[in-house]
């Protein structure tokens, strides 16, 4: 019987031991938002650098301030040439495109920071937003939601144009808080006409994530 005690005594000391030095749990994988976002986080990262600079054009053509609009399309076209698109997750062609409208972002910005006047950067900008919006929607950012918005008389009082926001509020940078005729009266007209939203899809994969699916 005392045998019998002693066997079961040791079996119950190693077990206590094992558990003792059994490893600790990981800390969380830095590269968790891979299960989350459908890109990378270095290329999330990047990519809202990208938006932070053209948001940063936007808001100096807002001012009609041609240096810093100047400064901000050159980041950008920095940016837009050093984005790692190769970390895109998705199939060849996605890829290709999301590549070849890049580039068309970069150039447009360089030709921004070309041009002689505000009136001829906001064309540019124009521009630049088109192939930005189709950009966005072909790398389906998640990070946030990205507002597509439309000026009715942004060019000669009678052509559109076009620009991306972070937010639903409209702050015009096609007429701006300095114009020569309607000086501030025109900076919220506008009016929201797309909403780029893929953080529905990112927040399904977390609670995928969250749950063990």
Known sequence: MLIVVLVLAGLVGWKLNWFSKKEPSRPADPDMALKISKNTVVF???????????????????????VKADQAAYALALKADSLPVSQIKGDSDIVKTAKSFTVSVGGDAKGIVGQGNIEQKR?????????????????????????????????????EGFWLSNSSKIINPYLG????????????CGEVVDSVDFTRNKQQKDTAAQSGL
């Open 44 to 66: 999330n990262k990047a990519f809202g650098g990208l938006m932070d600079d053209y948001y940063a054009l936007r808001d100096a053509l807002v001012d009609w301030d041609t």
């Open 123 to 159: 064309k540019g900008f124009n521009t630049l937003t088109d192939d930005l919006y189709t950009l966005v929607r072909t790398v389906r950012y998640d990070v946030g939601v990205i507002y597509h918005d439309r000026c009715p008389m942004a060019f000669s009082d009678s052509i």
């Open 177 to 188: 808080n300095k114009h020569p005729t309607y000086k501030t009266k025109m900076l919220g």
